[in-house]
Every structure is written in structure tokens, then in C-alpha cells.
């Protein structure tokens, strides 16, 4: 019963630990600098792209907020980058 306890118990432990690390996010425009090419240019988007795109996905509606990313971020070319990193663009 006590091998089954512990087993739990570090289960929670481990999972609870990756459930905050997950959630934690640092927004930092720079991070989506990989793709810019993409954004701009008739390129494919690096694996690097989709990486950092993935990773800064919580933060994309405050950049669009920003007038500077918002023309890139709003172009259909942004778009195309997230369709082909296969990640779920925000409806801001």
C-alpha cells in the first residue's frame, strides 16, 4: 500500500511541476524573430519558426495590440506561417 502512496504521490509531484512550468509563458516579441522571413518573404517557415511560434502562441493577441507587430501578425502571410506550423491562430 505504501509502494502505491508513493507512486501517487510522485506522480502529482512531477505533473503539477510541468502543469506550472507550461503555463509559464514570458512574452517577448524577439522570440518570433525566426519567422520574420516567413512573415515577409514567399519562404516556408523554419522548424525554429514553429518552435518559438508555438511557444509565444499564448502571447500572439497582446502583440497584435502593438502597432508595430500588428502588420505582420494580421497579414495573411502570419497566417500561412501558423496553417503550416500547424498551430490554431488566435481569434483576437
Known amino acids: 500500500m505504501r509502494s502505491v502512496f508513493f507512486v501517487v504521490f510522485c506522480a502529482v509531484v512531477l505533473f503539477s511541476g510541468e502543469t506550472r512550468t507550461a503555463e509559464a509563458v514570458t512574452c517577448n516579441p524577439t ?21 518559438k511560434l508555438k511557444k509565444q502562441q499564448p502571447c500572439l493577441c497582446e502583440y497584435m495590440k502593438d502597432p508595430r507587430l500588428k502588420p505582420y501578425l494580421e497579414s495573411p502571410k502570419a497566417k500561412g ?12
Open 81 to 92: 506561417v501558423a496553417s503550416y506550423c500547424k498551430i490554431t491562430w488566435p481569434q483576437c
Open 31 to 51: 522570440e518570433l524573430s525566426p519567422c520574420l522571413p516567413a512573415f515577409v518573404l514567399p519562404v516556408h517557415p523554419t522548424a525554429v519558426c514553429c518552435r
